[in-house]
């Protein structure tokens, strides 16, 4: 695991020392080793974080015609030498990158099994490759300058090195309505990411991105065999332990986790260490569940209990790292908890992070079959009755005062049945009053414009798929990839050091999964059936019969801890940005500090939180104009 850099430029100077400055800033990613390879007035390098291969893994490597270097790790490289007869200097995984595309160009993407972020340099054809995994589990951002390429694994590495990038209108509006940014989108003008599971190519000062991964689901090619869920991820974190160093794993206690942890430990020739969060606040506390867990399993178990005033001091560390506006405070814990796994000398931690998406173990999912249910005859007194077996556990839905209310707000989104969207309306509802606290053309980042840039990425599928899968690949092109993955993923973990590994998304894995039948993985509205099932004889029935409880933490209320308010929360008042509308802050502000009330409702600690992170953004670049990092 590294943190990558370059810098390719049409002017012939030393540009190592930019790309050491890009390496600089993003240290963290790779304390163990750094390096730096130039080739005429182009320069390429690394931070490496030594985890398999240790001795002889250094990168970036050059040949007589490639430089070549990456952020992540093959766990099928070993078995690519054996069936493509490669011959490699180094028994290492970006020596079998470089050999399997001499071989096989572009296409050699489709036979890796990782996560992983790749550059290749063409030094004769002066053409230079980029590679992202198809999940985006590791990041890579580009910035175009007249006619040069800077390339990194983090926004900062760019913004260090050019000081006139601005933070991009576009970036909040898309935060505000999907809670994240969407495709090539960041939270910074001209600065794009490569998209999950896409290649780009730098010819001619020109970059040229294109899709190479394969469709995550093919209807026609259903398999009518049994597959198990379970032999598929055993299998899958088989492949995944890999290095030369421990690991660990988090254990959140659903169901995702524990029969993760249970599958490593069985795997594993040494005691097994997990790691969970637990708080202050009772209402997001999910401690007794863990311990139960972690009992169950006999691990070694560490819990960090995390505080409102922990949540308030760490959100602007949290959001240097992130990059990103942040719609909730939820990456704030992991920053920390990936520390502690840090400080005990881990370098690798698993995570159950995907399950929800592939095995549909989200509400919205559900909340999508009950709303198409409902929509075929409106009038239904029984039907939206079901939204309350399925949100049992809000209390906007225990009283019927209250739920009458909201059965309205459901009803009138019963229309577009045929949009590809549809599963998704209810969500974005919100984002009129959330975007009412920034400063925002909403003619121009219309809720119609949004869809339709998202739909040019992922509606290639629309006439293959059922109405599951839609809001499946909603949820890898929005919030998987460049929230969970990244913002509470990747860069939570690699703040501090730690690489995240994720089996729920091992490309074999998921390519097996795909082929069950949506209504075979879940039924009804019970979430992950099938494999709820399979661990029925495996976990005690308390842990595998728990229902889905989304990962939370404090919000807004966290800013004002003490019942007192922060000096974070007084800085967004004092602060003059323009894209925030001061005067609904204030409002929002006065309602937080006179409410009684633990929680605000969603809506308005949405706005609050994605205000705060503007702010830590705003000063994150002041920053690193300033030199300080």
């Not at 270097?69 to 028994?91: A, D, P, T």
């Not at 209504?519 to 019969?545: Q, V, Y």
Request: net charge positive; hydrophobic share 35%; with cysteine.
């Amino acid at each position: 695991m590294c943190g990558v850099a370059g810098y390719l430029s049409q002017i012939f100077k030393n540009n190592s020392e930019i790309v050491e400055k890009m390496l600089s800033v993003t240290r963290y990613r790779g304390p163990d080793e750094v390096k730096v390879i130039s080739n005429e007035n182009n320069s390429f390098g690394t931070n490496r974080l030594s985890i398999e291969n240790i001795q002889f893994g250094q990168q970036p490597i050059e040949t007589k015609k490639f430089i070549a270097g990456f952020n992540g790790e093959i766990f099928n490289y070993k078995s690519l030498i054996k069936k493509h007869n490669l011959f490699v200097n180094s028994n290492s995984e970006i020596s079998v990158i470089l050999s399997l595309f001499e071989k096989f160009n572009e296409n050699f993407v489709n036979l890796l099994d990782g996560q992983f972020a790749i550059y290749i340099y063409d030094k004769k054809k002066k053409k230079c490759f980029f590679f992202r995994d198809i999940f985006g589990i590791r990041p890579l951002f580009f910035y175009k300058k007249n006619d040069d390429l800077f390339f990194c694994s983090e926004i900062k590495g760019i913004l260090a090195v050019n000081k006139e990038i601005e933070i991009s209108a576009k970036g909040l509006a898309q935060t505000c309505f999907f809670w994240t940014c969407v495709g090539q989108q960041t939270a910074f003008e001209k600065v794009i990411q490569l998209p999950p599971g896409n290649f780009a190519i730098w010819e001619n000062n020109k970059l040229k991105v294109r899709e190479y991964r394969k469709k995550f689901f093919n209807n026609n090619n259903i398999n009518k065999k049994k597959i198990s869920i379970l032999d598929s991820l055993n299998q899958s974190i088989k492949s995944q332990i890999h290095g030369e160093v421990p690991h660990a794993s988090y254990l959140s206690g659903g169901i995702d986790s524990v029969a993760m942890a249970f599958l490593l430990k069985e795997n594993l020739d040494y005691d097994l260490s997990t790691y969970s969060i637990s708080f202050d606040n009772e209402e997001y506390d999910e401690s007794y569940w863990q311990e139960m867990s972690s009992n169950f399993l006999n691990t070694k178990h560490t819990t960090l209990k995390i505080s409102d005033e922990d949540i308030c001091k760490n959100f602007e560390k949290t959001v240097f790292h992130a990059e990103t506006f942040l719609f909730r405070t939820a990456p704030v814990p992991l920053f920390l908890l990936s520390k502690k796994v840090s400080e005990d000398g881990f370098k690798v931690v698993f995570s159950g992070e995907g399950a929800d998406e592939i095995l549909l173990g989200y509400d919205i999912f559900f909340e999508n079959r009950i709303r198409r249910f409902w929509s075929r005859n409106k009038d239904s007194k029984f039907r939206p009755e079901l939204l309350r077996k399925l949100y049992y556990y809000l209390p906007q839905f225990k009283k019927s005062r209250y739920f009458s209310l909201i059965k309205d707000f459901y009803k009138n989104q019963l229309d577009k049945l045929d949009s590809f969207f549809f599963s998704h309306f209810v969500r974005w509802s919100q984002y009129n009053q959330v975007i009412s606290y920034f400063n925002i053309d909403t003619k121009k980042y219309s809720p119609e414009n949004m869809m339709e840039d998202l739909f040019k990425i992922i509606g290639n599928q629309e006439k293959e798929i059922d109405t599951d899968q839609k809001a499946q690949l909603i949820e890898f092109e929005t919030l998987l990839s460049n929230y969970l993955l990244s913002s509470q993923g990747d860069r939570m973990s690699m703040a501090n050091s730690v690489e995240g590994r994720y089996p729920y998304l091992g490309k074999t894995f998921t390519e097996k999964i795909s082929r069950i039948p949506s209504k075979e993985k879940a039924l009804g509205i019970k979430t992950k059936s099938l494999f709820r099932k399979e661990l029925h004889n495996i976990l005690p029935d308390k842990i595998g019969e728990r229902p889905k409880v989304a990962y939370q933490a404090p919000e807004a209320r966290s800013f004002f801890y003490n019942n007192k308010k922060s000096k974070e929360s007084e800085r967004l008042l004092d602060e003059d940005l323009n894209l925030i509308n001061k005067e609904n802050i204030k409002n929002l502000d006065k309602k937080i500090v006179m409410s009684s009330s633990n929680r605000l409702g969603f809506r308005e600690n949405m706005g609050y939180i994605i205000a705060q992170s503007y702010l830590c953004l705003d000063q994150m670049k002041k920053n690193l104009v300033k030199g300080k990092f």
